[in-house]
Antibody, heavy 121, light 110 residues
Framework: EGQLLESGGGSVQPGGSLRLSCEGS????????VNWVRQAPGRGLEWVSG????????YYADSLRGRFTISRDNYKNMVYLQMNSLRVEDTAVYYC??????????????WGRGTSVTVSS | QSALTQPPSASGSPGQSVTISCTGT?????????VSWYQQHPGKAPQLIIY???KRPSGVPDRFSGSKSGNTASLTVSKLQTEDEATYFC??????????FGGGTKLTVL
């Protein structure tokens, strides 16, 4: 069964940057879209961004467009989330998640364990 | 777009059934058959239990079922078990390649 593993989280001051990584294994990586979903402490889930299997198309939550950039390297089975101009409200656990099939939307059957991002002065 | 509306809490006794609603608009839940449901236990990643309104991934018990009517999707958990106690989230495709989650429903098995 497939797995995803996030890394790159940590503590950063407001205005700073972080790059999160998500490594996939156990499935044909370039066949599936991968998304980032975040969860602020004690809060619900919030979709952040998604990228198609080929990497040709990317999608963002309207509130984050312009600050976050998603990309992938299918040779390395990696998806990245570059986060710039970070704000206190970006503090959350960030999960990467895989679509259950190539034509679905929002159906994430494999999730990583999450990586924690804290934005604080 | 606004978050989908879920009741903050639900409860039931072991063996009973409980239904959790997820209300959106014609621009999301009502407009597409891309509604998913996730179960999340404290400190754990979410787990997909229903996708595309009513499909169950392999390994998910058939006690979990999904449906949709108009702008409201529903998750029904039958024959409640203590391990079903968790928070449940819905999400929906919202057009323009946008995904929207509900606020979550904490299910208590009494």
């Amino acid at each position: 069964e497939g797995q995803l593993l996030e890394s790159g989280g940590g503590s950063v001051q407001p205005g700073g940057s972080l790059r999160l990584s998500c490594e996939g294994s156990g499935f044909t990586f370039n066949n599936y879209a991968v998304n980032w979903v975040r969860q602020a402490p004690g809060r619900g889930l919030e979709w952040v961004s998604g990228i198609t299997g080929s990497g040709a198309s990317t999608y963002y939550a309207d509130s984050l467009r312009g600050r976050f950039t998603i990309s992938r390297d299918n040779y390395k089975n990696m998806v990245y989330l570059q986060m710039n101009s970070l704000r206190v409200e970006d503090t959350a656990v960030y999960y990467c998640a895989k679509e259950v099939r190539s034509t679905s939307k929002g159906s994430f059957d494999i999730w990583g364990r999450g990586t924690s991002v804290t934005v604080s002065s | 777009q606004s978050a989908l509306t879920q009741p903050p809490s639900a409860s039931g006794s072991p063996g009973q059934s409980v239904t959790i609603s997820c209300t959106g608009t014609s621009g999301d839940v009502g407009g597409y058959n891309y509604v998913s449901w996730y179960q999340q236990h404290p400190g754990k990643a979410p787990q997909l239990i229903i996708y595309e309104v009513s499909k169950r991934p392999s390994g998910v018990p058939d006690r979990f079922s999904g449906s949709k009517s108009g702008n409201t999707a529903s998750l029904t958990v039958s024959k409640l078990q203590t391990e079903d106690e968790a928070t449940y989230f819905c999400n929906s495709f919202g057009g323009s390649d946008n995904l929207i989650f509900g606020g979550g429903t904490k299910l208590t098995v009494l």
